[in-house]
């Protein structure tokens, strides 16, 4: 495999299985030995620029800390300092770069965040845009192997919107040969475009993955080893927010849903969560329910990654 170092991470599906592979072994071991770790870290006299033009918690606080970890200093910026007083992206990035040694960037637009690479000399990864989420499903994909012991050959259903969370989910199941069935209403199903994509990857590298999108959430929940929702608003979306809990009506991940999936079957959401709408405390508070797993992967998928780039 070539080095990771330099790499951009925007979607995931840049990864070769053999890279995301590494990627998450990385962050396993990492993560085994910060538990038995003495020594504070050592400052490597590097930094990076978290770019934060929505809102975050878990994302900003363990990029952050993933940076104190390798001894990176991290500079955290918000709406009113990036990208202010109408910069274009193109002079931020020239400025940046000459400070830090990477740029984290969450925001609306993934045009955006692919212009920021476009200029920078430096690694950039996207901590979510309003179409990928490549931070949250790599610490997702560690999750599901420290409790399932592998990736290949399982079935992952996501149930609820067709957005950033979907689609990603659909590139890293496609990338690790996992079954991805997406169950969305109309008109919220993913787009064709990211579909046509993990079923190309599945392809590609011939991972034996099948990716799907189907209308029912009880077929897509039947056999599942990964039962998988978000929020049915996404940021950007508040406007729409009662419309879309009419429109998602039947979407919630009950206990009766999750019955139908494998016994053993585990509950994942990138979190906030939004009880009583895409999932009901009954399922979330059950022991299969992983979720705060997943929110501390987060730190160990993102060290891992920065340990890698730089
Ligand atoms: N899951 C996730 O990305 O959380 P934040 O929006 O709080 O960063
Ligand atoms: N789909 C959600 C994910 C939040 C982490 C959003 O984009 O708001």
């Not at 990385?26 to 934060?52: D, E, V, Y």
């Not at 067709?162 to 008109?187: I, K, R």
């Not at 039947?222 to 406007?239: F, H, I, L, R, Y």
Request: hydrophobic share 45%; net charge negative.
């Amino acid at each position: 495999m070539q080095s990771l170092k330099g790499r951009d991470l925007l979607t995931l599906g840049e990864l070769t299985p053999e890279e995301l592979h590494a990627v998450l072994e990385r962050a396993a071991a990492q993560k085994r030995m910060r538990a038995t770790a003495k020594h504070p870290p050592q400052p490597t006299g590097r930094s990076a620029a978290l770019i934060f033009m929505k809102p975050s918690m878990r994302t900003r606080v363990s990029f952050e800390l993933a940076c104190v970890d390798l001894g990176i200093h991290p500079v955290v910026l918000g709406p009113g300092d990036a990208f202010s007083r109408n910069e274009t992206i193109h002079d931020t990035v020239k400025v940046l770069e000459r400070y830090v040694d990477a740029i984290v960037i969450r925001t609306f637009a993934q045009a955006d965040v692919e212009e920021v690479a476009r200029h920078a000399s430096v690694p950039v990864v996207n901590a979510l845009t309003d179409d990928y989420h490549p931070c949250q499903v790599l610490a997702d994909l560690l999750t599901i192997v420290e409790h399932k012991g592998a990736l290949s050959g399982l079935r992952l259903a996501y149930v609820g919107d067709g957005n950033n969370m979907a689609n990603t989910l659909m590139l890293g199941g496609a990338l690790a040969g996992m079954d991805v069935v997406v169950a969305s209403p109309e008109g919220f199903e993913p787009k064709q475009r990211f579909v046509d994509d993990a079923v190309g990857l599945a392809e590609r590298y011939g991972t034996g993955a099948a990716v799907s999108v189907v209308r029912s959430p009880e077929a897509a929940v039947e056999g599942a080893d990964v039962v998988v929702t978000d929020t049915w608003a996404s940021m950007g979306q508040e406007a729409e927010h009662d419309a879309r809990v009419a429109a998602f009506a039947g979407y919630t991940v009950t206990p009766e849903l999750m019955a139908r999936a494998k016994p053993d079957a585990i509950f994942m959401h990138c979190l906030p969560a939004h009880r009583g709408e895409e999932v009901v405390d009954e399922v979330i508070d059950s022991a299969q329910s992983v979720v705060f797993d997943e929110a501390e992967n987060r730190l160990h998928a993102q060290r891992a990654w920065l340990s890698l780039v730089l």
